[in-house]
């Protein structure tokens, strides 16, 4: 089983709606990042959370620690938010090294 | 602008053929980190420094050499590049804070294919 598990895997909506990306984990982390990359490849590192909850424009990241998940939302989604979004914890135990999710494969249509 | 800059961006090679990828950031991050990304497996971990001289392995560093002379740079070295290299790399930088790293800034990947 996987340490971080991301789910859906992949995701197709339409223009406008409300997408929820989640992340559960097993280990005991000190923190959690999501992180977006464009069909072209690059990667931009989106939220850091070690709780509660974290806005910026029309992404909101939440993190639950009692029951190791986090959830990306995108509210009015639009079709350049279509990207791979990735879940990464910071293990408690392996000093500053991330255990990756296998991403989620976003596509929204218009 | 801060950002980490990786060189090149598209590269071809031949088997066999020693090449090394550049990796600098202009942010004087410690951390610095090697990552490759295949297909359904997402990114693995190569090699990964926590600053000037501190190197250590990830979970795929076999066919990989890394250094950390200076602490903007971080190359990455292929001694003898194999076909089972062909992959998209990544170089990624942070600030280190206790017991965590603080959010990452990555290059833009290389596509090297080794033929």
């Not at chain 2, 090449?19 to 951390?31: D, F, G, I, W």
Request: hydrophobic share 30%; net charge positive; with cysteine.
């Amino acid at each position: 089983k996987n340490e971080v598990e991301q789910s859906p895997q992949n995701l197709t909506a339409q223009e406008g709606e409300f997408i929820t990306i989640n992340c559960s984990y097993s280990v005991g982390i000190s923190a959690l990042h999501w992180l977006q990359q464009h069909p072209g490849g690059g990667i931009v590192s989106l939220f850091m959370l070690s709780s509660g909850k974290k806005k910026h424009g029309r992404l909101i990241a939440t993190i639950n620690i009692q029951e190791k998940h986090s959830s990306l939302h995108i509210t009015a989604s639009h079709p350049r938010d279509s990207a791979v979004y990735i879940c990464a914890v910071c293990d408690m135990d392996s000093n500053y090294q991330l255990i990756w999710g296998a991403g989620t494969k976003l596509i929204i249509k218009p | 602008e801060a950002q980490v800059t990786q060189n090149p961006r598209y590269l071809i090679t031949v088997t066999g053929k020693k090449l090394t990828v550049t990796c600098s950031q202009n942010m004087n991050h410690e951390y610095m980190s090697w990552y490759r990304q295949d297909p359904g497996l997402g990114l693995r971990q190569i090699y990964y420094s926590m600053n000037v001289e501190v190197t250590d392995k990830g979970d795929v560093p076999e066919g990989y050499k890394v250094s950390r002379k200076e602490k903007r740079n971080f190359p990455l070295i292929l001694e003898s590049p194999s076909p089972n290299q062909t992959s998209l790399y990544f170089c990624a930088s942070s600030l280190r804070g206790t017991g965590r790293v603080l959010g990452y800034t990555f290059g833009s990947g290389t596509r090297l294919t080794v033929v």
